[in-house]
C-alpha cells in the first residue's frame, strides 16, 4: 500500500505573497497524481473535506486534543525545510497545509491560526462520501472497526508510542491561555464520540 501526500497540492490561489512558501514541494510527478485517488493508496492530508470524491474513497478523519495539537505544532518550528527555502519552518508548511495564515505563526497562543475548530466543524457536517471520524488517542482501540471500514484485511497499526508531553514546556500562564482560547474546541472535541461512521 502506498502513502501520497497532497499537503502540498492545496489551491493555487492559497499562494498570494513572497511572505508565503511556494507550491510544488513534490515536483510534477506528484501533481500528476492529484484528484485521481488510486485503488490501493491511502492519501494523507490536512485539507477541509472536498466537495466530492470518487465512489471508491473513503475517509478516516483524525482529531485529538486541540492543547496538544498545537503544542505539537509548536515543536515544527524548529525544523527548518531543507531543499525548499530555508527561510521557512516545517511549522510554516504545516499552517499553510492548514490553510491558515503563516503571517499569524506567532499568534498561535491567542487565536486558532491552524484553523483547527473549523476543520472539526467541516468533517463533523455530513458529507457525500464515506467517513470514518476517529479519536487519535483510541485508534488502536478501533483496528478492526478500521479494516472493516477500509476493506483491507491486513490493515495493522504500527505500535503505539507514547506521546511526548510537551506542556512541561510552557509556564501555567501560557497553557491557561491555550486552554482559554480552545475552550470552545476542547468541549466539542470531548462530547464528539471516539469513533463514528457516516
Known amino acids: 500500500m502506498d502513502i501520497v501526500r497532497l499537503d502540498d497540492h492545496i489551491q493555487m ?6 511572505s508565503t512558501i511556494e507550491r510544488g514541494f513534490d515536483g510534477e510527478a506528484s501533481m500528476a497524481l492529484r484528484g485521481q485517488y488510486l485503488l490501493g493508496h491511502v492519501y494523507k492530508s490536512h485539507d477541509f473535506p472536498p466537495a466530492h470524491l470518487p465512489s471508491h474513497v473513503k475517509v478516516i478523519f483524525l482529531f485529538g486534543n486541540p492543547i496538544d495539537i498545537v503544542l505539537s505544532a509548536l515543536e515544527l518550528d524548529k525544523r527548518p525545510l531543507t531543499g525548499v527555502d530555508s527561510r521557512f519552518t516545517a511549522l510554516d508548511l504545516h499552517i499553510r497545509n492548514l490553510r491558515g495564515d503563516i503571517k499569524k505563526k506567532a499568534d498561535l497562543f491567542d487565536e486558532d491560526v491552524l484553523r483547527l475548530e473549523e476543520q472539526f466543524d467541516c468533517w463533523f457536517k ?9 479519536r487519535y488517542e483510541t485508534m488502536w482501540e478501533h483496528q478492526s472497526e478500521i479494516r472493516s471500514f477500509i476493506g483491507i484485511d491486513r490493515f495493522k497499526l504500527p505500535k503505539k508510542k507514547q506521546r511526548k508531553y510537551l506542556r512541561g514546556k510552557y509556564n501555567d500562564s501560557t497553557l491557561a491561555n491555550l486552554e482559554l482560547n480552545y ?10 464520540p471516539n469513533f463514528l461512521i457516516d
Open 13 to 18: 490561489d492559497l499562494v498570494t505573497d513572497d
Open 126 to 134: 455530513t458529507q457525500a462520501f464515506p467517513i470514518l471520524r476517529l
Open 183 to 192: 475552550s470552545q474546541l476542547s468541549k466539542k472535541i470531548q462530547n464528539a
